[in-house]
């Protein structure tokens, strides 16, 4: 069955410094992934989507990659912040190829914390 | 232009009891999404509502069912309780847009906790 594997449930770093967050995927082949924001007590924020025939995108201060070989996604938060503190999810779509649209398929995410 | 609003909050039930949540998605949007999400889980996907028709479902069984209204807004109903439904649902709305990929805009939840 498919499975996302997000690469630690924690991270931990300093100020000012790249963040570099894992999404790995295995038994199928996803059209697109995306990327969303959580804090405590709230709903996920959309950030940056990724279709499978791009390398990267990039918005601001985030850049995320996408390797269809490596069945991989990074996610990396350049110059961290204080602020940049809450967890990430990668959601590829439940049926992979995006057939159904807002059917995604969330990983457990990765709960970042830059400290000053 | 409000986004996606979910009440109650917070709700406390007890084991067998039946529970109703409510969604009103952004504006313009016109497909709901409801997410189960569990402690240190990601949301997990429980079905979707589309011109008031539930247009597609995930592994959830039976006793979760919903509804969407003309103008969109949308319940979701929780029958016969279990401690294991304790979780933050999570409303999510969309609409099409150009390309097919469509990014979800989702509500604050509610918290259910089930005693």
């Known amino acids: 069955s498919q499975k996302i594997e997000q690469n630690s449930e924690a991270l931990n770093i300093q100020e000012g410094k790249t963040a570099t967050l894992t999404c790995n995927y295995t038994?199928?082949?996803?059209?697109?992934l995306q990327w969303y924001r959580q804090d405590p007590g709230r709903g996920p924020v959309f950030l940056l989507l990724i279709r499978e025939n791009e390398k990267e995108k990039r918005k601001e201060r985030l850049k995320v990659t996408f390797d269809t070989t490596l069945k991989q996604s990074l996610f990396h938060i350049t110059a961290s912040q204080p602020a940049d503190s809450a967890t990430y999810l990668c959601a590829p779509p439940l049926d992979g190829r995006g057939s159904t649209l807002g059917r995604l398929y969330f990983g457990r995410g990765t709960q970042l914390t830059v400290w000053p | 232009d409000a986004g996606v609003t979910q009440s109650p909050t917070h709700l406390i039930k007890t084991r067998g009891q039946q529970v109703t949540l409510r969604c009103s998605p952004k504006?313009?949007?016109?497909?709901v999404s409801w997410y189960q999400q569990a402690l240190g889980q990601g949301p997990q996907f429980i079905f979707q509502?589309?011109?008031?028709?539930?247009?597609q479902r995930g592994n959830f069984p039976d006793r979760f069912s919903g509804h969407q209204f003309p103008n969109y807004s949308s319940e979701l109903n929780v029958n016969a309780l279990l401690l294991g439904d304790s979780a933050l649902y999570l409303c999510?709305?969309?609409?099409?847009?150009?390309?097919?990929?469509?990014?979800?805009?989702f509500g604050s939840g509610t918290q259910l906790s089930v005693l």
């Open positions: 038994n199928y082949s996803p059209a697109y």
């Open positions: 504006s313009g949007h016109d497909t």
């Open positions: 999510a709305s969309s609409r099409l847009e150009t390309g097919g990929n469509e990014k979800l805009f």
């Open positions: 509502y589309y011109e008031e028709e539930e247009r």
